[in-house]
């Protein structure tokens, strides 16, 4: 075990866990932090998304050692109260069915609209290609992101 000071969604946190425990179950297990989600366990369908330093990562695979100084926001940091442009064009158009994945691609989306304002189509699919959807809720995820990038 070992400690480790954590930037949180902007609050200062301290955990003792293994080094090798993925950023994931710390959020979850130790910090309470249960909108990431988990899914495959490998970094192949994107539930598990969190920023680190504005940057969309998966959290299942990602150790608590390799974090340092960097800044981990999840989709409950994101916004307060859901007023982020992403979150309120999703639910203009009505884009979860089932939910589960919702909060990766969200986070996704939002990385996404920070570092290319104004994407193509082809941009978005490309950047949220990594983010399964059992549900298929792919047209309706593009469409949210290109209202998002309107606002």
């Known amino acids: 075990m070992a400690k480790f000071n954590l930037k949180i969604n902007q609050k200062n946190l ?3 866990v293994d080094p090798s425990t993925p950023v994931l179950w710390v959020l979850r297990d130790h910090i309470g932090l249960t909108g990431t989600k988990f899914g495959c366990g490998m970094a192949q ?5 969190i920023h680190l330093d504005g940057n969309a990562v998966r959290s299942c695979v990602l150790p608590v050692s390799a974090i340092g100084k960097q ?3 999840t989709i409950e940091g994101l916004s307060a109260n859901g007023t982020h442009p992403v979150q309120k064009a999703w639910i203009e158009h009505d884009v979860p069915q089932c939910g589960y994945c ?3 691609q969200i986070m996704s989306a939002s990385s996404l ?3 290319n304002p104004k994407p193509t189509d082809e941009e978005i699919d490309a950047a949220m290609s990594g983010n ?3 549900c298929g809720t792919y047209l309706r995820i593009r469409e949210a992101i290109k209202t998002a990038a309107s606002k």
Do not use: E, H, N, Y
């Open 71 to 73: 800044a981990i926001t």
């Open 14 to 16: 301290s955990v003792d």
């Open 113 to 115: 609209l920070k570092s």
């Open 45 to 49: 369908c994107g539930a598990c998304t």
């Open 132 to 134: 399964i959807c059992r």
């Open 102 to 104: 919702q909060a990766g």
